[in-house]
């Protein structure tokens, strides 16, 4: 049987309790013989094709209940998305009940205490124009419209995090529509250990309904580094940057990465090489930041400098075009404690070997706020890591995927066996039991505990704590 086949018998089997749920919904439900199945089952990522049994287009809360109540009578595993942006496409389950939040996007700004509140279909980029109108933001992602919520939930790094932590470091509360339906709020007092959990654990714990996030004052302009250098001088380079990266002021965020250099007619003859660019902000005084980029300014090789000033909205979409709808992608990241000679070596020649044009290799750095939360603070691992290399191959030809997907899973292991560390959630490719385990290790028995918890049907799929455990 063919999984669009199985996705129509499964919604078939819970001919009632959908019909119901059909009925029931202020939003939509999208079966497999509709019109807009097609287009309702897609995601951002262009590789993930998956047939889930219905669609439910949930609008409010009592949307949300209705559609895990339908989940648990028809026995129909569920998953849910917001934004649809995870490289993975685990908000989509075969054959399942996908709970769509996507339409649940609203934003609630309180200057005075500093604090947002936002529905689960927000995206970074509803949260950041509603927030800097009163001079204030978050840590969130570097891409618009990805989704708070998928983003939150694993962790969350961006150009504030140095300076005020991850996304879920920022997190004060959340309400949580649990596996039997019911509604419950989860902060540093209430329901703490689903709280734990929802600060790095990925999704798979309920759906969440609403997050309260603390906010900081954003300056007006931020100064902006981006300047390219050959591939030639990457160890080197990145030798001056994990020294410097050592004792950086938490407003740096400078995150070097490989790709392709653009042509550019300040430089001719290198349009379409592979480089290297150093590219971040200082999110604090410009001028302040403008001095402290200097230093990766003035190499004589630097090849193109668009260095600049921005407003942090800008600067939060200028990624965007980047990464469209719809396109094939493929990713997975490690940690690195350090950046040694190996690995700065393997990071050029791997990029050397990438496939596509289209290619990064992005070493994030950590430090900063983010390292200062106690281990086991959150379920977020490796609080004491000083980089995430995030690898990512982005292509538009299906006749390569094999290729692209084999050399971001090499890149892989070439930087493991150099000594890198395991992934983070929200980078990650791959959902399998192994990867998870790799993902949380010393937290895995704790978020284990807590998935028996709050679902122990195991009802909620597509998180990293599912049926696998
Ligand atoms: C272009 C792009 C840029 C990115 N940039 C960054 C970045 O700067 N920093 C960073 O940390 N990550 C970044 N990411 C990764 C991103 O954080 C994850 O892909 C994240 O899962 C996206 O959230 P979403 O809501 O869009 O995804 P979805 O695919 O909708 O959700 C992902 C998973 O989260 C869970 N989930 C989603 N919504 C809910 C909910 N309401 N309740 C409970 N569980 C839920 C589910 O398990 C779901 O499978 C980026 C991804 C992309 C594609």
Redesign the pocket.
């Known amino acids: 049987m063919d999984d669009r086949t199985a996705a129509a018998r499964a919604a078939d089997a819970a001919g009632d309790d959908i019909d119901e749920l059909a009925s029931a919904l202020r939003g939509e439900l999208v079966r497999p013989a509709a019109d807009d199945y097609d287009d309702a089952r897609r ?3 262009g590789m993930v094709n998956r047939y889930p049994a219905a669609i439910a287009y949930c609008k409010s809360v009592s949307d949300v209940r209705s559609a895990v109540r339908t989940a648990n009578e028809a026995a129909l595993p569920a ?9 993975a ?3 989509i389950a075969a054959a399942g009940l996908v709970i769509d ?1 996507s339409r649940m996007g609203w934003v609630r700004v309180d200057p005075r205490d500093r604090t947002a509140t936002v529905g ?1 279909g927000t995206t970074w980029g509803e949260f950041d124009r509603e927030t800097t109108e009163f001079g204030l933001a978050t840590s969130g ?3 618009s419209d ?6 939150t ?6 150009y504030l995090s140095r300076k005020h932590g991850l ?1 879920a470091d920022n997190l004060l509360g959340a309400d ?1 529509v649990t596996a039997d339906g019911e509604l419950v709020h989860a902060s540093a007092t209430e329901n703490t250990d689903l709280f734990w959990a929802l600060r790095g654990g ?8 609403a997050f309260e996030f603390e906010l900081h004052p954003i300056p007006d302009e931020l100064a902006v580094c981006s300047v390219w250098y050959p591939a030639e001088r990457a160890e080197e380079l990145l030798s001056e940057f994990a020294a410097y990266q050592t004792d950086a002021p938490d407003e740096s965020l400078l995150s070097p990465y490989f790709g392709q250099i653009p042509d550019d007619p300040a430089c001719p003859d290198h349009g379409g090489e592979v480089g290297l660019c150093f590219s971040g902000t200082y999110v604090g005084d410009p001028d302040v930041g403008e001095r402290e980029f200097e230093r990766f300014r003035q190499g004589e090789d630097a090849l193109i400098d668009e260095s600049t000033r921005t407003s942090y909205t800008e600067l939060q979409s200028d990624s965007d075009s980047g ?1 469209p709808h719809g396109r094939r ?1 493929y990713w997975k990241s490690v940690y690195v404690d350090e950046l040694t000679t190996e690995i700065r070596t393997s990071l050029r020649r791997r990029a050397a070997s990438a496939p596509n044009e289209e290619f990064s290799i992005i070493v994030w750095p950590m430090g900063g706020a983010v390292n200062r939360v106690e281990a086991g603070e959150t379920a977020f691992r490796r609080r004491d890591t000083a980089f995430v290399c995030s690898i990512e191959a982005n292509w538009d030809d299906p006749r390569t995927n094999h290729e692209n997907v084999e050399w971001v899973r090499e890149t892989a292991e070439t930087l493991r066996d150099a000594g890198a560390g395991g992934p983070i959630p ?2 990650e490719g791959e959902t399998d039991a192994a990867t998870t385990n790799d993902l949380y290790g010393e937290h895995y028995e704790h978020l284990h505990d807590i998935k028996e918890t709050v679902d122990p049907e195991g009802r ?1 799929v ?2 990293r704590f599912d049926e696998t455990g």
């Not at 990805?146 to 983003?151: H, R």
């Not at 990925?202 to 309904?209: A, E, I, P, Q």
């Open positions: 995601v951002w990522n998953s849910v998305r917001s934004g649809g942006h995870h490289v496409g685990s908000c939040c689960p992602g570097v891409v990805t989704g708070v919520a998928g983003l939930l694993g962790g969350g790094t961006g996304a949580v990925d999704g798979g714990f309920g759906v969440v309904t990464f992608y929200n980078f909620f597509g998180g």
